[in-house]
């Protein structure tokens, strides 16, 4: 019995050309659990690829203008997916070009039908790996300013309260409880209000 297409994996194939297309398909579907989609116009294509919502696009061109190579790189600069570039030719700037949007994989004169899925797969996990560590990078980033704006909201509090470190972090954790709060959105309010009130610079 057939698996849930919803639990599959959807795959979005967007080429003009139909043979190039059946071979990105027939690549796809060797080992199943995939369903594929095929595009082969590129006009309104950032609301059509939104409306498919596939998790993982492959691209083939034969030798993409820049107009059509900056439309379809439009698809991978959002960041949501992953997206697979697969071109008979191309130079070093639309190489970069699509570098720069975040293709995971760009793959030169090398569409053949049994390293699709394979090229899929590797760009999938790839996308995942850069997305665990851009949420790592921000998380650390965010922590890193959280640790800040609480310094600089206790400097605050022990000059105007003339109380040391210790007692000026937990009254900022009292507050912060008693308002249901972050700690760092209660710093962050008394640095807002104390550069209002000139007590610091903004």
Known sequence: MSRDPEARLRVLVIDEEPIR??????????????????????????ARVAAIDPQ???????????DTLEQLLQVSRDGTRPVCLFVDQTDGAQMQAAIDAGVSAYVVDGLKK????????????RFNAFARLRRELEDARSQLAD???????KGLLMRSRRIDEEAAYRLLQRTAMKQNKRLAEIAQSLVTAAALLDETDP
């Open 21 to 46: 297309a059946s071979i990105l398909e027939e690549g796809l579907l060797t080992g199943g659990d995939v369903v594929v989609t095929r595009i082969s116009e590129m006009h309104d294509l950032l």
């Open 56 to 66: 993982v696009i492959l691209i083939a061109l034969e030798n993409p203008s820049r």
């Open 114 to 125: 049994e390293r699709v899925r394979p090229i899929a797969e590797m760009a999938i996990h």
């Open 147 to 153: 640790r800040k704006v609480i310094e600089r909201a």
